[in-house]
């Protein structure tokens, strides 16, 4: 099973046709076939279910069977599902292929250590030029991490508009692709040209050495061809983000702090990420900026089945992302299709066995923003912010776009759109006065 799972090749449509109708049969035993039709009914609604989305509808069937411990479907779905999956075949033949790793692992009680084989092999893969042109090419066709990035700088700038000293604090694994913008933003201000000290907090300790040293020597001669002052420091070593301090930071008392927060707050655990929040607001910024991914893996992880249809709907809209961006046989794609295994397997295989700094547990931004308004208030972005993120949509593939926050909304901050789905969400806060008072007392 495992040999053939990692080696299977590309099938035929006619293949994936008669599976499909092969496992509706199976299931609903009494109903009729349609002559020269490509759709088939639901055995349990009776609505059209289209052979073009054959992955999903046996993924979900086999995660029922999982749920359900049905051995007899369970073997039948995995053989099936592995006699069509290849990482190297269309959209669903992907997804399968993925889920199905994750699914055979659920199964088999081997999340764990299919979760390290596939940590260990990326990370001995990884080096800083592969990464840094994986990040920069996948900001080039797809807005996915650059919307982000825009806006978090808009509402920096905003909140720090006029100070003359400058600590960002930033709480992300994006290489700091983010701040060369910024610093061309600072080096074009009307007044004095501030001076700006970036700490960058890595929780990932392969990262420190090998990419951080790279990292600072970029950006430092960058900030020298800016004209903009400028000092880099990198936080190391940390267990849990719980343990950030003013004295770590080494925040200074007439620094303007800015806190950036890029997918960071994910990997926190649940139970804890209240305790980091008021580690943030302790710090006493300007401003905090989260952007997280639309998805909620959190009211779901107790429920397998909610969970696995929440991680099957998010990463179905990521892959088929992936497809509209990248050519078929990009690299650079099936490079980024790798790295979701790992969260696939993470979420569905393994979620409570592994500690802090490697979560995967995703929540919507109504989420976020109800743990954030217990300490912070919504910082709106100002109208340049927003037309900077409408000009960057403008460059991508249609299909993007952008959702700005409504009356009654409980969640404040904008959404990336993809096909109209919510994919990605940002935005920016600042603390509560009253919270401030609790906290000096």
């Known amino acids: 099973m495992e040999k053939s799972l990692f080696f299977s090749k590309p099938t035929n449509n006619f293949l994936v046709t008669n599976y499909v109708h092969h496992l ?7 109903q009729q ?38 051995s007899t479907k369970i073997h039948h779905l995995l053989w099936m599902l592995n006699e069509l999956a290849s990482p190297y075949g269309d959209c669903n033949q992907k997804l399968a292929f993925y889920f199905l790793q994750a ?7 081997t999340g764990l250590r299919c979760y390290k084989t596939l940590t260990s092999a990326a990370e001995k893969s990884k080096s800083f030029d592969s990464s840094r042109k994986l990040i920069l090419k996948f900001q080039e066709v797809s ?20 100070e003359s000293k400058l600590h960002i604090i930033d709480i992300s694994h994006t ?3 983010q701040w060369p913008t910024l610093l061309e933003a600072l080096a074009t201000r009307n007044d004095e040209t501030p001076h700006l000290k970036l700490t960058v907090v890595v929780t990932e300790s392969t990262l420190v050495k090998s990419v951080m040293k790279e990292v600072a020597q970029r950006m430092e001669k960058f900030a020298r061809l800016m004209g903009v002052p400028f000092e880099f420091n990198v936080l190391g070593g940390l267990n849990n983000l719980k343990e950030l301090t003013k ?54 992880r107790n429920d397998f089945v909610k969970c696995f249809e929440e991680c099957l709907r998010f990463y179905t809209l990521y892959f088929e992302m992936l497809d509209e961006s990248f050519p078929i046989t990009s690299n650079e794609r099936l490079v980024i299709e790798r790295e979701c ?12 066995q592994i500690g802090e700094g490697d979560g995967e547990t995703r929540e919507r931004g109504n989420q976020w923003s109800e743990r954030l308004r217990e300490l912070f208030s919504p910082f709106p972005l100002n109208d340049d912010a927003v037309d900077d993120v409408r ?49 000096d007392q």
């Open 175 to 177: 290489f700091c692709t």
């Open 391 to 439: 000009s960057l949509l403008k460059r991508y593939k249609a299909g993007w776009s952008l959702v700005l926050p409504q009356e009654n909304q409980e969640s404040p901050g904008i959404y990336l759109t993809w096909r109209d789905e919510p994919v990605v969400w940002a935005s920016a806060w600042k603390p509560q006065e009253k919270s401030m008072e609790r906290y």
């Open 341 to 352: 295994s790992k969260s696939i397997v993470k979420v569905l295989a393994c979620d409570d």
């Open 103 to 109: 699914l055979f692992c659920k199964a088999t009680d």
């Open 247 to 300: 004295e770590s930071l080494n925040i200074k008392e007439e620094e303007a702090v800015a806190v950036n927060c890029i997918g960071a707050l994910r990997k926190v655990e649940v139970e804890e990420r209240g305790d980091v929040i008021r580690i943030l607001q302790s710090l006493n910024p300007k401003v905090v900026t989260i952007v997280e991914h639309e998805a909620d893996f959190s009211s779901t």
């Open 24 to 30: 509706i049969n199976m299931q609903n035993p009494n």
């Open 143 to 162: 807005p996915w991490t650059t919307f982000g990035h825009v806006a978090s700088n808009g509402a920096i700038l905003e909140a720090l508009d006029g």
């Open 33 to 70: 076939p349609h002559e020269n039709s490509s759709r088939s009914q639901s055995p349990e609604n009776g609505d059209p279910v289209s052979d073009a989305k054959w992955a999903s509808r046996l993924l979900r069937e086999c995660a029922t069977a999982i749920f359900e411990k049905d």
